[in-house]
């Protein structure tokens, strides 16, 4: 019933918009329906009713466990907060000629079957089941990107569909693989993960390998891990700040939650140590390329989608370590970037409307007297910068810190150049802050200044953002512990 239940509450969330009249009306439906999800998980979290592991509907297919309903908790809360910031930023590209009024009901239609189908993916037992919600979640996601009324964005979507979707083939030709190895164990063979889990230790090595590197390529693409990052600065930065809020803090995590379920499935075989190298090869790599990319930014949604990048390949480096403490630090780092992130891209999005920034992704943005015109976004972009770099009173100053110090067991000399790229990002994103919040107008110039009255919509989600990310930070429950314990232990690290 939880199944028919989803899908029934976003058939009627496309109904309602599609009958609405106003922006609002449908904005309100989103709302809605983000926080009834939210509602859902949050009472299989509190009720501690997980596992789930046999849905009446799709019994053997769909499943929740621990893992799946934390991701589902942070797609929920970014929806929500998503939603609410849309009602008066989407007013904004209406008024700019950004975007058509005829193009809403599209715009938040594709927003609430997203929203489905991610959390569908989360719930598939099946991993050729998850495939596919993957490869949906590629496809909505992009025309939310391509929505507005420009030639860029809809370049920017058709590299994402070609790069993402591509490699996607390589992973369904190393699912065919899992297939082939999982008949040498069971009869008929079988790609549900709870089974693949158990019966591991019986794979081949060597098959086990070809099987993960095919896999990876595609949800390594989904997730903006170098060399399959290249879509990912131009779609996040080109797309509306609401979208590109998702696209970070939620999409990224699909293919994340892809490698890790697999990486699981090879930790119980004996080539755990060659995929673990891989992992730490790519890791380095990914991180690398970004921290060298943001050195020359001079855009700011480029420069936080940048960092994206770089966040994922300190996930990678933390799976490649596979210690049950570097992995709870992952799922914790996981949260961690998805809700600063959001917070960077919403105050970006406020900093957009106020400078009217139309010009190419790649141009730099001319940004002046940000604390006299918009200190929320400017104070915004300082803790979330402050965030995502890793200082103390924030979360990922702990995910860090702890993985770093896995890592030192694991090899000091990656330790060490990972440090080094660390300090590199790190002081691109405070050059590009200092240099570019430290402009100013001339007085003559300032009486022809248009102040962008931000609603309390955009300013809302913000607050609460890095609300939630000090309290994160500062305390620990033992109900946030435990919980991200039976996580690693589903896992069987």
Request: charged share 10%; aromatic share 14%; with cysteine.
């Given at each position: 019933?939880?199944?028919?239940?989803?899908?029934?509450?976003?058939?009627?969330?496309?109904?309602?918009?599609?009958?609405?009249?106003?922006?609002?009306?449908?904005?309100?439906?989103?709302?809605?329906?983000?926080?009834?999800?939210?509602?859902?998980?949050?009472?299989?979290?509190?009720?501690?009713?997980?596992?789930?592991?046999?849905l009446t509907i799709g019994s053997g297919f769909f499943f929740i466990d621990h893992l799946g309903i934390f991701e589902v908790l942070i797609t929920t809360v970014l929806?929500?907060?998503?939603?609410?910031?849309?009602?008066?930023?989407?007013?904004?590209?209406?008024?700019?000629?950004?975007?058509?009024?005829?193009?809403?009901?599209?715009?938040?239609?594709?927003?609430?079957?997203?929203?489905?189908?991610?959390?569908?993916?989360?719930?598939?037992?099946?991993?050729?089941?998850?495939?596919?919600?993957?490869?949906?979640?590629?496809?909505?996601?992009?025309?939310?990107?391509?929505?507005?009324?420009?030639?860029?964005?809809?370049?920017?979507?058709?590299?994402?569909?070609?790069?993402?979707?591509?490699?996607?083939?390589?992973?369904?030709?190393?699912?065919?693989?899992?297939?082939?190895?999982?008949?040498?164990?069971?009869?008929?063979?079988?790609?549900?993960?709870?089974?693949?889990?158990?019966?591991?230790?019986?794979?081949?090595?060597g098959m086990m390998i070809a099987a993960f590197a095919l896999i990876f390529i595609g949800f390594a693409a989904k997730s903006g891990i170098f060399p399959f990052h290249?879509?990912?600065?131009?779609?996040?930065?080109?797309?509306?700040?609401?979208?590109?809020?998702?696209?970070?803090?939620?999409?990224?995590?699909?293919?994340?939650?892809?490698?890790?379920?697999?990486?699981?499935?090879?930790?119980?075989?004996?080539?755990?140590?060659?995929?673990?190298?891989?992992?730490?090869?790519?890791?380095?790599?990914?991180?690398?390329?970004?921290?060298?990319?943001?050195?020359?930014?001079?855009?700011?949604?480029?420069?936080?989608?940048?960092?994206?990048?770089?966040?994922?390949?300190?996930?990678?480096?933390?799976?490649?370590?596979?210690?049950?403490?570097?992995?709870?630090?992952?799922?914790?780092?996981?949260?961690?970037?998805?809700?600063?992130?959001?917070?960077?891209?919403?105050?970006?999005?406020?900093?957009?409307?106020?400078?009217?920034?139309?010009?190419?992704?790649?141009?730099?943005?001319?940004?002046?007297?940000?604390?006299?015109?918009?200190?929320?976004?400017?104070?915004?972009?300082?803790?979330?910068?402050?965030?995502?770099?890793?200082?103390?009173?924030?979360?990922?100053?702990?995910?860090?810190?702890?993985?770093?110090?896995?890592?030192?067991?694991?090899?000091?000399?990656?330790?060490?150049?990972?440090?080094?790229?660390?300090?590199?990002?790190?002081?691109?994103?405070?050059?590009?802050?200092?240099?570019?919040?430290?402009q100013r107008y001339s007085p003559e110039a300032l009486t022809d200044v248009h102040v962008y009255h931000t609603p309390a919509s955009m300013k809302a989600p913000i607050?609460?953002?890095?609300?939630?990310?000090?309290?994160?930070?500062?305390?620990?429950?033992?109900?946030?512990?435990?919980?991200?314990?039976?996580?690693?232990?589903?896992?069987?690290?």
């Amino acid at each position: 019933m939880i199944l028919v239940a989803l899908v029934v509450a976003t058939i009627l969330a496309l109904i309602l918009i599609t009958v609405s009249h106003t922006h609002r009306q449908m904005n309100m439906v989103c709302i809605a329906e983000a926080g009834l999800f939210l509602v859902f998980a949050l009472y299989y979290i509190m009720t501690g009713q997980i596992p789930v592991p046999a849905l009446t509907i799709g019994s053997g297919f769909f499943f929740i466990d621990h893992l799946g309903i934390f991701e589902v908790l942070i797609t929920t809360v970014l929806f929500l907060l998503a939603a609410i910031y849309a009602r008066g930023y989407v007013e904004g590209l209406i008024e700019s000629h950004e975007l058509g009024k005829g193009s809403l009901k599209f715009f938040y239609g594709s927003w609430s079957f997203l929203l489905m189908v991610i959390i569908l993916a989360f719930f598939s037992n099946n991993l050729a089941l998850f495939w596919i919600f993957a490869e949906l979640t590629t496809i909505i996601s992009a025309m939310l990107v391509a929505i507005l009324y420009a030639r860029d964005n809809i370049d920017a979507a058709i590299k994402y569909i070609f790069i993402a979707s591509v490699s996607m083939l390589f992973s369904f030709v190393g699912l065919i693989f899992l297939f082939e190895i999982s008949r040498s164990a069971v009869h008929g063979g079988t790609l549900n993960w709870t089974e693949l889990i158990h019966l591991a230790p019986a794979f081949p090595a060597g098959m086990m390998i070809a099987a993960f590197a095919l896999i990876f390529i595609g949800f390594a693409a989904k997730s903006g891990i170098f060399p399959f990052h290249t879509w990912l600065p131009e779609a996040h930065a080109r797309a509306p700040s609401a979208v590109s809020a998702i696209l970070s803090g939620v999409l990224l995590n699909v293919g994340i939650y892809g490698i890790i379920r697999v990486f699981a499935i090879v930790h119980q075989t004996p080539a755990i140590t060659a995929i673990s190298t891989l992992l730490a090869i790519f890791g380095l790599l990914t991180v690398g390329i970004a921290a060298f990319s943001m050195l020359t930014q001079k855009n700011l949604k480029k420069l936080v989608a940048f960092s994206s990048i770089e966040n994922m390949g300190i996930l990678l480096i933390g799976l490649a370590v596979a210690t049950p403490v570097a992995i709870f630090w992952v799922l914790f780092h996981i949260i961690a970037h998805s809700f600063t992130k959001a917070s960077l891209f919403f105050s970006a999005g406020i900093l957009h409307r106020q400078y009217h920034s139309t010009l190419s992704a790649d141009a730099p943005d001319d940004m002046r007297d940000v604390f006299r015109f918009q200190p929320l976004a400017a104070w915004g972009i300082i803790l979330g910068g402050l965030a995502i770099i890793g200082m103390p009173l924030f979360p990922i100053f702990f995910s860090k810190l702890f993985i770093l110090t896995q890592l030192a067991a694991y090899s000091l000399p990656v330790l060490v150049i990972l440090v080094f790229l660390l300090f590199i990002t790190a002081a691109a994103l405070g050059y590009f802050v200092i240099s570019t919040f430290t402009q100013r107008y001339s007085p003559e110039a300032l009486t022809d200044v248009h102040v962008y009255h931000t609603p309390a919509s955009m300013k809302a989600p913000i607050v609460i953002l890095l609300c939630l990310l000090v309290m994160m930070g500062t305390v620990f429950s033992a109900g946030e512990i435990s919980f991200l314990n039976q996580i690693v232990t589903e896992l069987m690290f």
